[in-house]
């Protein structure tokens, strides 16, 4: 990441026109990406890996979460979900109705081509999340945000009423994630100078977004965003979402922090959060 001067600071509530202006620069570079992620899949073994039937990519946490709450037909809306790997593989696990969105129309063309290659009933559709309307797809028993998605999100308070709108009475927001403060440290364990976890300033993204092959390219150029703890849980009160479970996790689920995951001093460098949408009687 690296800062992006030219951006002006970001108010408390950014307006419809500015998250519509950074999520299509998200979509083009997802769109951009995708097709060197899904080649490196390929070459890499993981996408004949994946074959496999018991195999999944869920992390531990969000796997022991699912099934503490109960997975077995119930229906799971994954927001953000790229190519749709952790949605199959809940669906694998038994999961009931599995719908997941994605602005990329590459990412969500790639999770349709998996699910049936599985033979495995999960839709995948292309949307803004921002443009969701209340229960976009009836309402589910759990709504799903999987690592590397919440920085992608220009206004947290407003994507957290969607992701609740799309809740059944009772169901859960589940949100397995890197943790922001994991975003300060750099790889040599020192402090960034360039960047507080306070900072508000959308980020300018270096380009290329190829977290897997590492391959350098020109990219598009997009913008990220820093939501701090405090963020994500006035979000949640905000939305009347109740939290029932927090976990931090010194492990690294973006691969971009692998060296401080092997540091001798431990980091939360993930975390997991469930909350549950109680609606009053
Ligand atoms: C790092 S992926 C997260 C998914 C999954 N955990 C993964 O690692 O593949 C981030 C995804 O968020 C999607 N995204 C970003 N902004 C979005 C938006 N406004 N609406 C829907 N999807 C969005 C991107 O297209 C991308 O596929």
Redesign the pocket.
């Known amino acids: 990441m690296s800062a992006g001067n030219e951006m002006p600071e970001r108010g408390d509530q950014p307006l419809k026109k500015e998250i519509k202006h950074f999520?299509t620069m998200?979509?083009e570079a997802?769109d951009e990406v995708?097709p060197r992620h899904q080649s490196y899949k390929k070459k890499s073994g993981h996408k004949k890996k994946f074959l496999r039937k018991n195999y999944h990519t869920l992390p531990a946490p969000l796997h022991e979460a699912f099934l503490d709450y109960g997975l077995e037909g119930r229906s799971v809306l994954h927001?953000?979900?790229?190519?749709g790997?952790?949605l199959v593989s809940l669906k694998k696990l038994n999961a009931g109705r599995c719908v997941g969105?994605?602005?990329?129309s590459s990412?969500i063309h790639s999770a349709r081509v998996l699910a049936a290659g599985l033979h495995l009933d999960a839709t995948f559709e292309v949307?803004?999340?921002?443009d969701l309307p209340d229960a976009a797809y009836g309402r589910f028993d759990y709504v799903l945000l999987?690592?590397?998605?919440l920085c992608?999100?220009p206004d947290l308070k407003a994507f957290f009423a969607t992701a609740t709108s799309q809740l059944k009475d009772g169901g859960h927001l589940v949100i397995m994630e890197q943790h922001p403060f994991s975003a300060i440290v750099e790889d040599d364990m020192k402090v960034s100078e360039t960047f507080g976890y306070f900072d508000k300033t959308p980020y300018e993204e270096a380009g290329d977004l190829d977290y897997l092959g590492k391959e350098a390219y020109e990219g598009k150029t997009c913008y990220t965003f820093h939501h701090t703890l405090a963020d994500i849980f006035s979000a949640l009160l905000e939305n009347k979402l109740q939290l029932s479970r927090f976990e931090e996790h010194p492990d690294d689920l973006s691969n971009l922090k692998r060296e401080l995951e092997r540091a001798p001093q431990t980091f939360p460098l993930s975390y997991l959060l469930v909350a549950t949408l109680n609606i009053p009687t």
């Open positions: 999520t998200a979509r997802w995708n927001l953000c979900c790229n190519d790997e952790e969105v994605d602005i990329s990412a949307a803004d999340v921002y999987t690592v590397g998605a992608w999100l």
